[in-house]
């Protein structure tokens, strides 16, 4: 059985850093795109970050760009996202997803095949 289970979300304060961390385990996730999103309360969930296969064409939000950083560790199956300078808006619950279709994992209607249970973050003014 296939697990994406994300950790490393917590309470911070403006201007603050988080390390998001998402292992996986099941199946190897070499050849797939992985990658973050998140979700707040009234809102659609939102494509965050994404990497690609062996590292290569890293995505980011307009919204995260040059605060988040993603990267990848396909000997640990692990993909992580270092975020910097959060703000306020930043505060909702962040999900680790991968897929094959890259347009899956930058926001597509449809959902990435696989997803993890999610962690929250919660950036205080």
């Known amino acids: 059985q296939v697990h994406l289970v994300e950790s490393g979300g917590g309470l911070v304060q403006t201007g603050g850093s988080l390390r998001l961390s998402c292992a996986a385990s099941g199946r190897t996730f070499s050849s797939h795109y992985m990658g973050w999103f998140r979700r707040t309360p009234g809102k659609e969930r939102e494509s965050v970050a994404v990497?690609?296969?062996?590292?290569?064409?890293?995505y980011y939000s307009d919204s995260v760009k040059g605060r988040f950083t993603i990267t990848r560790d396909d000997d640990k199956n692990t993909v992580y996202l270092q975020m910097n300078n959060l703000k306020p808006e930043d505060t909702a619950v962040y999900y680790c997803?991968?897929?094959?279709?890259?347009?899956?994992?930058?926001?597509?209607?449809?959902?990435?095949?696989?997803w993890g249970q999610g962690t929250q973050v919660t950036v205080s003014s």
């Open positions: 990497i690609g296969p062996s590292g290569g064409s890293p």
């Open positions: 997803a991968a897929d094959t279709n890259i347009w899956t994992m930058r926001g597509s209607p449809s959902p990435p095949e696989y």
